[in-house]
């Protein structure tokens, strides 16, 4: 079993899919807006184009003819993978799935109307007017996102009626591709917000990894660790929305699906069809298989007998602060590995920009997740983006 597979996407979870799929001999193509991505470095083969394009993501597609196609990241012409699969080329996880879960407003639309899925109160705006009516429905506080976008960006919390203008701009900002439309959410209080990475299968049962609980900052992850503690009824509700949101697009793969638990249970937030970022936290041996090499698996139709929870874990993002285009050197790694049972992913990425995420700390054992986060926070701190 040999296929090519063209990986839509190139940053550092694409880079580990990488690795895993060429651990079971396949052949694996690169593919991403600028050179030098951390998924090129590893694959047999690269291209750089625009995915927005979508004559250019058909040139690249006829040029290869993939068996698989693989997206990692959010901004493709994602109708043009209906094509794609009508030509017997596998999208993972499905063409309904890419392009439904690259767009908020499909799958939040799928969730709460098509499926019963509780969620937040929310309304979609293409406009400043229409935001300042849609904060009115869903009231002060409310979150404001761009309905195309990824990590975090454009992502901010309406506090007051002054920062409503605020959150229009930094959305329209922080939106990917041609799409400039908003989700407005209604505040949760919630407890505490979960990521349940969840595995569909060709021939087998859908999986759950033990719950993630993360931190942000931006809308981006800051630390995660795994097992996440949680009440056994609100995991058990999260795993059936889980199952019931993947079972409806359909298709083989992992899923990071979110969710806010409340006293009340638990509230479906967001859903993406490939590795999740919050779940580098399974590279530091927390289970018998990274989600990684479960997406690997999944998508070649290879088998997962169980997933099953080994150890405590923790990770800590390190952060560019300054912009540069040069090659960036890290130090202070000598310092960061010092301590027993830590471990450091640097991405390789040829740029940095303040904020930008450049590499990854990991801390397990039989610590406590507490004691693990603070662990791997301070090896992520010994590590200098230079």
């Known amino acids: 079993m040999n296929k090519k597979i063209l990986l839509l996407g190139s940053g550092e979870l694409g880079k580990e899919f990488v690795i895993a799929c060429q651990r079971y001999g396949q052949q694996v193509i690169a593919v991403d807006s600028y050179a030098g991505a951390p998924a090129m470095q590893v694959a047999d083969a690269y291209e750089v184009i625009n995915m927005l394009d979508g004559d250019e993501l058909d040139r690249i597609v006829a040029k290869h003819s993939p068996d698989l196609i693989v ?14 699969e009508e030509q017997g080329m596998q999208v993972v996880p499905s063409a309904k799935a ?30 400043y007017e229409e935001l300042v009516a849609g904060v009115e429905i869903c009231g002060i506080p409310c979150v404001v996102k761009p ?18 203008k605020k959150a229009w701009d930094y959305a329209m900002e922080g939106s990917r591709g041609d799409l400039k439309e908003v989700i407005v959410e209604g505040f949760i209080d919630f407890d505490y917000e979960i990521t349940l990475l969840t595995v569909t299968q060709k021939n087998g049962q859908t999986l759950f990894c033990p719950p993630i609980g993360h931190r942000q900052e931006r809308g981006d992850y800051q630390e995660s660790w795994q097992p996440m503690p949680m009440q056994a009824e609100h995991l058990a509700e999260a795993q059936e929305m889980a199952a ?21 249970g638990a509230y479906f937030s967001e859903l993406s069809p ?19 090499e479960l997406h690997a698996r999944a998508v070649l139709g290879l088998p997962i007998p169980k997933i099953e929870w080994i150890q405590n874990g923790a990770s800590a993002v390190v952060l560019a602060t300054e912009t540069s285009d040069e090659m960036p050197q890290f130090e202070g790694l000598d ?32 610590e406590s997740v507490q004691e693990l986060v603070e662990k791997a926070k301070s090896t992520a701190a010994k590590i200098h983006v230079i």
Do not use: C
């Open 98 to 127: 890419a392009n439904f879960t690259m767009n908020r407003k499909a799958i939040r639309d799928l969730a709460s109307k098509d499926l019963a899925v509780r969620t937040a109160t929310y309304r979609y705006a293409t406009s």
């Open 147 to 164: 309905l195309m976008s990824s990590s975090g960006k454009g992502q901010s919390v309406i506090k007051s009626s002054d920062d409503i």
């Open 274 to 292: 490939r590795p999740h970022d919050t779940g580098m936290v399974t590279l530091a041996g927390t289970q018998n298989l990274s989600e990684f």
């Open 71 to 84: 997206p990692e990241i959010e901004a493709i012409r994602t109708e043009r993978f209906y094509t794609y």
């Open 335 to 366: 310092a960061a590995l010092s301590e027993d049972n830590t471990e450091v992913r640097i991405f390789g990425k040829p740029t940095t920009r303040p904020y930008r995420r450049m590499a990854v700390a990991l801390a397990f054992g039989e």
């Open 244 to 264: 019931k949101v993947t079972a409806a697009l359909g298709g083989a793969g992992i899923w990071g699906v979110e969710f806010f638990i409340t006293k009340e």
